[in-house]
């Protein structure tokens, strides 16, 4: 199983980003896709997540700001983040499970919001 990420970079508060995560290995379809982010000195921390009946989770903090959504033909989850703060910042992790996110887990994309 693989899980790629992609679509972190450096962007101004208030800025837009939109993170993929593209899944090989696994029957898609089945299984709940998420994204935990861990900013520098903090635990990581589930930001959103979907699961296969497309039921939706958002951490506090990104209701209203961040949209989660799954393309199982695609085999692809994506996190747009909109309205992005400094406290956004951080490597923002995708994960998969069967069930219960935290089966398999993405390398990793940095997230960077500046002032």
């Known amino acids: 199983v693989q899980l790629q990420a992609s679509g972190g970079g450096l962007v101004q508060a208030g800025g837009s980003l939109r993170l993929s995560c593209a899944a090989s290995?696994?029957?898609?379809?089945?299984?709940?896709m998420g994204w935990y982010r861990q900013a520098p000195g903090k635990q990581r921390e589930l930001v959103s997540s979907?699961?296969?009946?497309?039921?939706?989770r958002y951490v506090d903090s990104v209701k209203g700001r961040f949209t989660i959504s799954r393309d199982n033909a695609k085999s692809t989850v994506y996190l747009q983040m909109n309205g992005l703060k400094i406290e956004d910042t951080g490597v923002y992790y995708c994960?998969?499970?069967?069930?219960?996110?935290?089966?398999?887990w993405g390398q990793g994309t940095q997230v960077t919001v500046s002032s």
């Open positions: 994960t998969a499970g069967y069930g219960t996110l935290g089966d398999y």
């Open positions: 290995g696994l029957t898609f379809g089945s299984y709940a």
């Open positions: 979907i699961d296969s009946s497309g039921r939706i």
